[in-house]
């Protein structure tokens, strides 16, 4: 496997789905678009031309209480 650099961001989880389409907007690569996931969190992940990747997520109400 490759090595993986990364970089995860916290947001409020209205904004996650502005950051995407602010990413859309820009001609980023977005390698997964903003899900719902299990563990409660909403997020999306993008590639930065040099190859670094970036969570985007934000946790629901219930996982931050």
Known sequence: PRDVVGLMCHQDRAEVDAMYAIALE???TVTW???DEPWGVREF???HPDGHTFRV???DEESEK
């Open 26 to 28: 820009v001609g980023a």
């Open 33 to 35: 678009p903003p899900t």
């Open 45 to 47: 992940h993008l590639v």
């Open 57 to 59: 997520s934000a946790g």
